[in-house]
């Protein structure tokens, strides 16, 4: 079985309370439901972490060296300006998909750069909570490439 690690960065946790008109009404839990329940659909083991810490999340990408096929990050603030998130998700080399809840290139000048970019397969953005169920279809797609 697929095994994907989900990451969570700083904030998500109030997800439903935090901007409820900018980042959507689900709540975190049920963001979390909906990743469970679409992974046993595509036959992927889930993991999720969420930390508002940066050194939490390094140790979750460096974890993926004994678990894990793929990871799915929302670095959330950190995608700015976490040069060790992405130092760390360039050496574990997994295949990586940076998710974010907004369209960041629609909003505020210094969301549009993402400084994790460069390291990720790519990036799913702009559709609220379906952009984790996307990247989960994607994570899928690049570990079946990557095994032909």
């Excluded at 989900?6 to 998500?12: A, D, E, Q, T």
């Excluded at 997800?15 to 975190?28: A, K, N, Q």
């Amino acid at each position: 079985m697929i095994e994907v690690l989900v990451i969570h960065g700083p904030n998500i946790n109030l997800l439903g309370v935090r901007e409820p008109d900018i980042y959507g009404h689900d709540s975190f839990d049920e963001l979390n439901r909906k990743i469970k329940e679409r992974g046993k659909q595509l036959e992927i083991e889930t993991r999720i972490i969420q930390s508002n810490s940066e050194g939490e999340l390094i140790d979750a990408i460096h974890g993926t060296l004994t678990w894990g096929d793929a990871i799915i990050i929302n670095p959330g603030a950190y995608t700015h300006y976490s040069y060790a998130i992405r130092d760390a998700i360039a050496a574990v080399r997994k295949p990586s998909i940076e998710v974010h809840l907004t369209n960041v290139h629609g909003r505020d000048e210094w969301r549009r750069h993402s400084v994790v970019a460069p390291v990720v397969s790519g990036q799913i953005i702009g559709f609220g909570t379906e952009s984790y169920l996307i990247a989960l279809q994607a994570a899928k797609t690049l570990i079946e490439e990557s095994h032909r």
